[in-house]
Structure formats: C-alpha cells, structure tokens
C-alpha cells in the first residue's frame, strides 16, 4: 500500500510559477514509477508529466513541455512538479499517482493522491 500526499498548490498569477511535492509513505518508492495527472472543472483527468524509477527518463503532455519539469528523490520518497510560466489554461486540481515498475502516460496507476488545487488568475 502506498499513501500520497500533495502540497505546494495556490493561486498564482499568470506567468508565474508553483512547485508541486508529493510524499510517499509505504514502502518501495524506488519502484514505482510516478506521474502528475491534472483535472479542471467540467473536464476528464487528463496526463501532465511522468518519470521512471530511476528518474532518468521523463514524458510531458505537449500542452506542458518547456513549462514543466518533474523530478523524483528517492532518498525523500517524495516526487516533484516545477510549474513555470503558468496560464489560466493549468487552472486545475493537479494529482500524483504511483505506478508498479512500468511508467505509462495513461490513467493506469494503482495509487492516487488527493489532490492540491492550482488557481492561475489572468
């Protein structure tokens, strides 16, 4: 079993930036692979970013790439989303997930925060 937490969300102007953290408890952080999802209102969760086990290998959606930037600390067991240059557009409430062994860029993690809003005013 594997509890996650997120923190770091807020409201930021546009063009600013927010990093978002997400804790794991439980064992075996180093193999899972993690990913941040996001949801606005009115719309289906949708892929943000995602990173491998080691953390050398990382994947964006087109809408994020050049913005965003996850990371992973293993020894921390806390994963990371640096979110610059933010728009009204990434208005949402942003998850992390967890993932055994296989990184993927759909819906299918075994594990789910939940949740921290991230409100960009324009």
């Known amino acids: 079993q594997v509890r996650l937490v997120e923190s770091g969300g807020g409201l930021v102007q546009a063009g600013g930036s927010l990093r978002l953290s997400c804790a794991a408890s439980?064992?075996?952080?180093?193999?899972?692979?993690m990913g941040w999802f996001r949801q606005a209102p009115g719309k289906e969760r949708e892929f943000v970013a995602a990173i491998n086990l080691s953390g050398m290998s990382t994947y964006y959606a087109d809408s994020v790439k050049g913005r965003f930037a996850i990371s992973r600390d293993n020894a921390k067991n806390t994963v990371y989303l640096q979110m610059n240059n933010l728009n009204p557009e990434d208005t949402a409430v942003y998850y992390c997930?967890?993932?055994?062994?296989?990184?993927?860029?759909?819906?299918?993690?075994?594990?789910w925060g939940q949740g921290t809003q991230v409100t960009v005013s324009s």
């Open positions: 439980g064992r075996g952080f180093s193999s899972y692979a």
């Open positions: 997930a967890a993932r055994k062994l296989i990184v993927t860029t759909s819906l299918s993690y075994d594990y």
